[in-house]
């Protein structure tokens, strides 16, 4: 079915089951170590070899040779498979970069070859004795390139122009023009790109890590030739994604190598180093923001130029997409440039775009409050719009961000707050506080679901869903204890095969919303069947209740209609008309203290809040669990996280978690989210929007906000480390 008009009253309304906290349904199988994840699954048959991988020694050029022989002749090894035994791989439209095959190396750590062999140590041993010879140039060196660029189009791409902005910025009372800068970073989900395959009468079976499971199966088949009927992927657990596993990796395609050619099931994990430079990354970006304003603070005129690195074909970091839509203001200019770098692949990372793009533009709002005087809360109300400020006739579905604000402002004590930079000390701590506006949009995807009550009445739920660690199994189970009236233990919920109906997977904060909708749909489709059981024909004027069905006068059990044979409903919820009438969005004000030690510059983060505008929330503690958790990627993206590049051998060098630093336990204090009790019938049946994507979008501007607050100095270049404070720090 289609969702065409905005909800109206509907069986998820009840709010029984839904909207209220749940714990996670697979919790205790992960606590206990008995939710197997791809690299450990232990429903393959058959004896197991491990599979690990060589990576490219060079950034760009050609392999002229490639000397395998004692790799070969050492112990345990079934197999080495190289790059230059085949030609390159076909790739599905979702991968730019070659997985495997050929000579050319368009990156570091691309893959070249796999050792299998009986162990892990035996293949990993063996994989550094292959002699490796290549060609190579690269430029990897983002300024140097930004600046011999031959692109004529300097100035960028023009993304959006409204009105006259450079007329309305030469006006302006007060005016802001600042550069930014974000650096790359890396995903860093715990658990690495890891697969078993295994094929069996030409057709083949890939337990993976992948957030979609639809996406790739299409890409091994493609990679493979193979029908995509000839290719099971099965991605039960997934630890953690975050844009990094939303498309097929060398790992999957290394297993499937080396099972075809030994015949028996083969794993491969990519090592950390690999899922630096091996996998995608967040581009780099320089951004430049112009604000011009009257006294009143008021926005006239808003300009936002972005660059950032790229692929030839890929999809590099835009940073300008939010400020389209975010604020008021009459004249307007988005522009976006790319340069090409001889890196590994930039792709999505949690909230690709504004993950980057309000790290610059959440500060450019402090910086303007400044300027005008006005306090940074009261700067963005008056900025608030209620429509698109890009097309007027827009409006947005449902947009409470002023009342983030005010609640987070009332919440975090925030009229208490020290206005004068640097003039607060506690020992030998500046404290200071600042926040920021959140911004992030509210995709959905078409998304299906299996629904089948047993003859024990209870459900059974199935789809190609992923549950990255946010909590779909819980949440869809919820949907269909709300839907059919039942406890939430009387669901079951099996997710991540290919065999199951075709789901919207996870990424970019769609998944909630549109999975949900998935088994809504299918749910209504089993009523229908329960109501003809019934003898009705109107499954409106069903109520499922408490194990109950009533209709009309007559109330009999679920178990009663069930038994007399199970019920199995598959149906989808497709969207798209809606998301064209309404900018559909998600808001939040985040809020943050910080302490800042006067002789090392070090920066203690104290507390946050973020406040969310999300809509109906369907679990606050799974939803919870999703903002604090990019509120810590804020935190890491505000002051360590940064992917330092090699430039000169054209590597990501910081390439493990040693070097690339993400927030710690220690690194992480107290932290609160409120959800505004919002509902929006644009959004999803269920009246929800996603939240996984809005805790990190504006989160990391309110640490540097507050940096600021509390030093006054203004740092404009990301991360906030302690050397770019050091020499500046006020004299106390
Ligand atoms: Mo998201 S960055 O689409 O997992």
Redesign the pocket.
Known sequence: MEFLQPATANPTDRQQVLGHAHPRIEGALKTTGTAHYAYERQDVTGLQLVGYPLGAGIAKGRILSMDTAAAEAAPGVHAVITTLQMDPLPKHKNNIADLFGGSRIHHYHQAIAVVVAESFEQARAAAQMIEVEYRASHLTDFDLAAAHDKNPDKAGKTLSRVGDFDKAFAEAEVTLDAHYRTPAQSHCMMEPHASIAEWRDGKLTVWTST?MVAWTQKALARTFQLAAEDVRVDSAYIGG???GK?WLRADAVLAALGARQTGRPVRVALPRPLMMNNTTHRAETYQRIRIGAGRDGRIAAIAHDGLSSNIPGGHGENPVDQTRHFYAGANRLMTLRMVNLDLPEPN?????GEGAGMMALEVAMDEMAEKLGMDPVEFRAINDTQVDPENPERAFSDRHFVRCLREGASAFAWADRNIVPGARREGMWLIGQGMSGGYRKAAVMKSGARVTLRADARVLVEADMTDIGTGSYTIMAQTAAEMLGLPLDAIEVRLGGSDMPVSSG???QWGAASATAGVYAACLCLREEIARRMGNSDPAALTLSDGQVTSGDKTVPLAQIASAGEITSEESMGFGALQKEYLIATFAAHFAEVAVHVATGEIRVRRTLSVCDAGRIMNPMTARSQVIGGMVMGIGAALSEQIEVDTGRGFFANHDLAGYEVPVHADIPDQQVIFLDTEDPAASPLKAKGVG?LGISGAAAAIANAAYNATGIRLRSYPLTLDKMLNRLPAV
Do not use: H
């Not at 999505?348 to 690709?352: D, E, K």
């Open positions: 957030q994604g975050f844009g939303l999505s990372m949690r909230a690709p996870s990424g970019g994507e």
